[in-house]
């Protein structure tokens, strides 16, 4: 008999997104969710100990004093979802700005009206570390009630160590209160600062020489992301970076071919990176060479449909290749002000013809892949952490066709119930 503090049964379907633990979904394994019809979970401690239809329950699981039951009739129980790519800590917001992209203004003449990433740079540095906090916790909330109970968050607003280190201390600090996790990611090299416009070569070199030294020092962060970009950093000053990441154990990641086709796919193959971002104009062979290196690729739907891009990243050649595809939401003042994984979802679907089945692996077992979670979180196993979702849905394919609305009824995170009826309990 197993012992349970926490039971969860009768769900219509369980998804329990098990599989292969040695590497993450690609091909048709992304079509598998692992669904258990009439399903129920037991957790102890914030881990799942039990996981098999409802009807082996009695048999096999004993509730403990004081445990909590939940009635998942008719409803859909998967994992916390797991959002790999955000920009969680800003001062500030842009709706300027997207009013002027609607009137058509360039990027060019958004950044000349004092707008832009380095609007958001000046504002985060300006701003103390408490301020920050809050509007994080904020953000941080909005995503658990909408069902995402892990994400990751980079620095790069401040583009100067002091403001970097604030960011990454304003993630750790986020991080040790929970109910979320954090994971942690350096992206020092967001943007050229204004200060070395004339010389970016300068600050290519400060982003080695002192911040990403002292970054690792302090243990601040996990991964080094990198914006690879015409008129940003070129391919070369990223392998640059990445190499001295690599050297204090900072994992590379990088937004690649976003907005050009500049190579960034490729070279995140070279550099064994663990993610390319982004990958609007990634080529054939960079498509390639990801696939043969085992690199993710983790898609940001969500941002070329608020730039007007026209154009998304091409997930289903991607996954034919045999990369494994994971999903994001971007969360970023500027170029996707969302907290919404279901929406991205939703895009995914239908404008990247994914599969509900896929874009779910996506943004749970592959997107714990991603940020290096996979051992805690992402599925359904028994030994990870029981962060689960209830949606007041009749199966899974409702979380990417019914769109707009909040189908998140109940978060588990950590065996706690943290959102009750959609709402945040802390
Ligand atoms: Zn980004």
Redesign the pocket.
């Known amino acids: 008999m197993i012992h349970a503090d926490l039971i969860i049964e009768g769900a219509v379907e369980l998804l329990t997104l098990r599989g292969n633990s040695a590497r993450p979904r690609r091909g048709e394994e992304m079509r598998e969710l692992g669904i258990i019809r009439q399903g129920a979970l037991a957790a102890r401690r914030g881990k799942i100990v039990w996981v098999g239809p409802t009807a082996d329950l009695l048999t096999s699981v004993r509730p403990m004093a004081f445990s909590k039951l939940i009635d998942a009739y008719g409803k859909t129980v998967m994992p916390g979802l797991v959002d790999p790519?955000?920009?969680l800590v800003f001062a500030g917001s842009r709706e300027n700005e997207f009013a002027m992209r609607i009137q058509g203004k360039t990027y060019q003449e958004i950044a000349a009206a004092g707008g832009g990433i380095n609007a958001t740079v000046a504002a985060t540095r300006k701003v103390s570390k408490a301020e920050l906090k809050v509007e994080a916790r904020k953000a941080l909330d909005r995503m658990l009630a909408l069902g995402t109970t892990t994400v990751e968050a980079?620095s790069g607003y401040g583009l100067e160590l002091e403001t970097e280190l604030k960011m990454l201390e304003v993630i750790r600090d986020l991080n040790e209160e929970g109910p979320m996790t954090v994971i942690p990611t350096f992206m020092g090299a967001h943007e050229i600062p204004p200060e070395f416009r004339q010389n970016p070569e300068a600050y290519v070199d400060l982003v080695i020489s002192r911040m990403i030294p002292e970054v690792a020092a302090r243990k601040l962060a996990r991964f080094c992301?990198v914006?690879c970009e015409a008129g940003v950093f070129s391919v070369e000053q990223s392998e640059r970076i990445f190499r001295a990441a690599a050297s204090v154990g900072l994992e590379p990641r990088v937004?690649a071919d976003e907005l050009t086709e500049l190579g960034g796919a490729a070279m995140a193959a070279r550099m064994k990176a663990r993610t390319a971002?982004?990958l609007l104009f990634a080529s054939d062979d960079g498509i390639r060479q990801m696939a043969a290196a085992g690199v993710i690729a983790v898609l940001?739907p969500g941002?070329a449909y608020f730039l007007h891009m026209q154009r998304y990243a091409r997930a289903r050649d991607m996954i034919a290749a045999g990369i494994p595809v994971a999903l994001a939401t971007?969360f970023?003042p500027g170029?996707c002000m969302t907290e919404s994984l279901a929406l991205i979802l939703n895009l995914a679907c239908t404008q990247m013809r994914m599969l509900p089945a896929e874009a779910i692996v996506g943004a749970t077992i592959n997107a714990a892949w991603a940020i290096g979670e996979e051992n805690c979180a992402g599925s359904l196993d028994v030994g990870k952490q029981a962060d689960v979702l209830i949606l007041d849905a009749p199966n899974h394919e409702h979380l990417c066709y019914h769109f707009g609305v909040n189908l998140v009824e109940t978060v588990v995170k950590n065996g706690k119930v943290v959102v009750e009826s959609g709402q945040c309990l802390h």
């Open positions: 790519h955000t920009h980079k992301d914006f937004h971002d982004h940001l941002t971007d970023n170029s």
